[in-house]
């Protein structure tokens, strides 16, 4: 008896957590501001969107960021992420974490990006997920891959796809119950320095089709202005401050049936060599 509830929990937790942590969060403020776009960016927030993305840093990058979801604390998402560009190519290691003591689903990921020319470049990455019930439930591990490329068509235009789990890695025996699978499609055009528009269609295996947009718009050097919705009926808004080696960003997302969910996140940049 006490083994069927478990998996029930299982199941029925980690699809609860599977539609809000993949087809409505974003890591990292920027990303979230902007109705949850992230898969044409390519800061070093790339690592949970878009390895590919990583590419395109100048030097060692680091960033952490939190999230209260709905205003919720048992809804709480965190994570850090640091990523070091090498040549060509660029690594980074990353931590997610979403819950509390009594559920927790915390996924680690090791992640490689290969810049192949100036326009094009790909990254891919290996992830080991951990679903945890308190109360002695137990805890389920297994791991995923996801991978993805962007191509810079030009100084303006930017293509990205990016898929995670395509493999669905298996969740528990029990009814063959499997990690969805995400499928990413995203374009950002620059119309100048300061003013940049993104767009992006997702679509989970286990849910339907999301379109999301963002507006993002440097008022001076040091400060943004950003704007975002989805069809998720969320729409966000936030801003960034910059120094010289530090972005701090804030956010807050609002759904009509859920309410707020603000999330802050700073990102360290280093100098470049």
């Known amino acids: 008896m006490k083994q069927s509830y478990t998996r029930f929990l299982l199941v029925v937790i ?7 942590a993949y087809a409505q969060n974003s890591p990292g403020a920027r990303n979230t501001a902007m109705g949850g776009v992230g898969v ?37 998402d965190k994570g850090v992420i640091a990523a070091l560009p090498y040549g060509n190519s660029a690594f980074a290691i990353s931590l997610r974490s979403f819950g509390y003591s009594a559920f927790s689903n915390s996924k680690a990921g090791l992640a490689y990006a290969l810049k192949l020319s100036d326009k094009f ?11 945890r019930i308190g109360e002695n439930y137990g805890t389920q591990h297994n791991v995923s891959f996801e991978g993805g490329f962007l191509y810079k068509y030009n100084q303006k235009l930017i293509l990205a796809a990016h898929v995670a789990n395509p493999t669905r890695s298996k969740l528990v025996d029990y009814n063959d119950e ?20 993104s767009g992006e269609i997702k679509k989970p295996s286990d849910a339907d089709v999301s379109v999301h947009g963002g507006l993002e718009y440097w008022v001076v050097k040091e400060m943004a202005l950003r704007a975002g919705f989805n069809t998720l009926n969320t729409f966000s808004f936030g801003f960034g401050w910059k120094t010289k080696v530090l972005l701090i960003d804030a956010s807050a997302g609002f759904n009509s049936t859920l309410g707020f969910t603000p999330q802050i996140s700073l990102t360290y ?5």
């Open 14 to 20: 980690t699809i609860v957590n599977g539609c809000f």
């Open 40 to 76: 044409v960016h390519d800061d070093v927030w790339s690592g949970f969107h878009n390895q590919a993305g990583l590419v395109h840093l100048n030097a060692l990058g680091a960033g952490v960021f939190y999230e209260n979801r709905f205003m919720m604390k048992e809804l709480s």
């Open 121 to 131: 470049s790909f990254g891919v990455q290996i992830n080991y997920h951990s679903i």
């Open 178 to 197: 499997r990690l969805p699978s995400i499928l990413r499609l995203g374009v950002a055009y620059k119309f100048s320095e300061k003013v940049m528009l």
């Open 269 to 273: 940049s280093g100098n470049k060599k």
